[in-house]
């Protein structure tokens, strides 16, 4: 099994959800659960700005008994459509796992 298959199936896991093989759409889920469609990247890159953003404020929460999530917006977009970034441990401990029907 690929890693990045390995990764989708263990996203599925903690999310309580069930990873949806290729079907060769770009935009398509690789996981879903009752309440998220989910799409997971694997790579080898991402922008490091993101980890220490997020390792910044999870550091800050951490002695609050918080936790910290990132949101980024941009120039002229709504503020109903900026992106929020959270860990994946930090989403479980906060969500668990999503109830199935």
Same mark, same amino acid.
């Given at each position: 099994?690929?890693?990045?298959?390995? =990764?989708?199936?263990?996203? &599925?896991? *903690?999310?309580?959800? $069930? =990873?949806?093989? #290729?079907? @060769?759409?770009? &935009? +398509?889920?690789?996981? %879903?659960?009752?309440?998220? !469609? #989910?799409?997971? $990247?694997? @790579?080898?890159?991402?922008? @490091?700005?993101?980890?220490?953003?997020?390792? @910044?404020?999870? +550091?800050? &929460? /951490?002695? $609050? /008994?918080?936790?910290?999530? #990132?949101?980024?917006?941009?120039? =002229? %977009?709504? /503020? !109903?459509?900026?992106? *929020?970034?959270? !860990?994946? !441990?930090?989403?479980? &401990?906060?969500?668990? $796992?999503?109830?199935?029907?």
């Amino acid at each position: 099994m690929t890693t990045w298959k390995a =990764r989708e199936r263990a996203t &599925a896991r *903690v999310l309580g959800g $069930k =990873r949806i093989p #290729v079907t @060769g759409e770009r &935009a +398509g889920a690789d996981c %879903e659960t009752p309440i998220l !469609s #989910v799409q997971h $990247k694997h @790579g080898r890159n991402r922008p @490091g700005y993101l980890r220490e953003w997020l390792d @910044g404020i999870r +550091g800050n &929460a /951490q002695p $609050k /008994q918080k936790t910290g999530i #990132v949101v980024w917006s941009v120039h =002229r %977009e709504r /503020q !109903s459509d900026a992106i *929020v970034l959270i !860990s994946l !441990s930090d989403f479980e &401990a906060l969500f668990g $796992k999503v109830p199935t029907p």
